[in-house]
């Protein structure tokens, strides 16, 4: 399903991804975590080339690309490797003149050429899914920032992507709210959907991750499932950060 092998990013002379080789398999659910400016977030925006690879390869599905410097991909290519994954960013990205159910049928209607009404059906079945029907007709500031990023994942799913791939999508919500959209997308995973995901929910990632890795530094520290990565790291880096993470690491003792 995705498989990225000595992928690299760079913005002028600073390397931001370093050797990334990376495969998931259909049907599973890749975690990935680590300090910010690790390179997380890049990595997420190079799989559907809303940043683009400096060097490296990537297979998605049946399509493959191969990057290296100074060579400009083929728009088509773009847009197809788009049409197979669907993201959902951290801060929405939502129309703010248009409904719920607007933004839900927006792709349906300008990518998949889609009639307007067969779109309008499916984007009602995309937000009954995840818990909105009754707000189909509510613009974005009516809505809580748990309930907008719902229709984030609505409006994802919706294309039907073979790849879901979400950045940081609780990171700004209200706590209390953050259990409602992982629990949208636990029943993703659930279903079998094929997911990456960026996050610091180190317990969803638990709970959920077939496979997860730990980056650092632009680099890949440490991979595994979670048991292996949450509970038996024998990696510095890893527990020191998961320390962190969990408020567990001894405090720092002042000297005067």
């Not at 059906?121 to 920032?145: D, I, N, T």
């Not at 609780?170 to 959907?193: F, H, Q, Y």
């Not at 890893?238 to 969990?246: D, G, I, P, Y």
């Amino acid at each position: 399903m995705l498989e990225m092998k000595k992928l690299k990013k760079s913005f002028g002379d600073i390397e931001v991804l370093r050797d990334i080789d990376l495969r998931l398999e259909k049907g599973k659910v890749l975690v990935i975590v680590g300090p910010s400016g690790s390179g997380k977030t890049t990595l997420l925006r190079c799989i559907n080339l809303l940043e683009t690879p400096t060097e490296g390869e990537m297979t998605v599905g049946d399509l493959q690309l191969t990057f290296s410097p100074g060579t400009k991909l083929r728009k088509i290519d773009i847009l197809e490797l788009r049409q197979r994954t669907g993201m959902v960013f951290q801060s929405y990205n939502l129309f703010p003149h248009r409904t719920a159910v607007e933004n839900v049928m927006e792709g349906l209607i300008t990518v998949k050429k889609a009639d307007k009404h067969e779109s309008r059906s499916l984007a009602m079945e995309m937000l009954r899914k995840v818990g909105l029907e009754e707000k189909a007709e509510a613009y974005p500031y009516q809505l809580s920032g748990g309930q907008q990023q719902r229709v984030g994942i609505a409006r994802a799913i919706a294309m039907d992507p073979d790849l879901l791939l979400f950045d940081e999508p609780t990171s700004a919500l209200d706590p209390e709210l953050v259990g409602e959209v992982l629990n949208v997308m636990k029943a993703l995973a659930a279903e079998g959907r094929t997911m990456v995901v960026v996050t610091h929910e180190m317990k969803f990632a638990a709970d959920v991750a077939d496979t997860v890795v730990f980056m650092d530094n632009g680099r890949i520290v440490e991979r595994g499932t979670p048991d292996e990565v949450f509970r038996q790291s024998a990696n510095e880096r890893t527990k020191a950060f998961l320390s962190r993470v969990s408020g567990t690491e001894p405090p720092v003792q002042a000297t005067f």
